[in-house]
């Protein structure tokens, strides 16, 4: 293997790392929080709301728009890391 596909390989694999960790997080907030941890999490108001339905509502959407810039910013880093940047 040359350098340029280990290289090519170690981006890949850390790509998939991140992406592996930010569903799993989406994951959780979505269908966790939303759905299995509904019951626990309505003991808690916030505006009034109970928090299990403000996440099936509201909740995992600014998450998702969260992590869409969580992950713009983490590719950023791993393209200059690994010099695939266009700067």
Known sequence: M?????????????????????????????YGAGIIFKDALNNIRIGGFKLGFWFAQQGSIYVFVVLIFV?????????????????
């Open 2 to 30: 040359t350098e340029k596909q280990q290289k090519a390989t170690a981006y890949w694999k850390e790509n998939l790392k991140y992406l592996v960790i930010l569903l799993t997080i989406w994951f959780l907030v979505s």
């Open 71 to 87: 992950y713009v910013r983490l590719m950023n880093k791993l393209d200059k890391k690994y010099g695939y940047d266009e700067d």
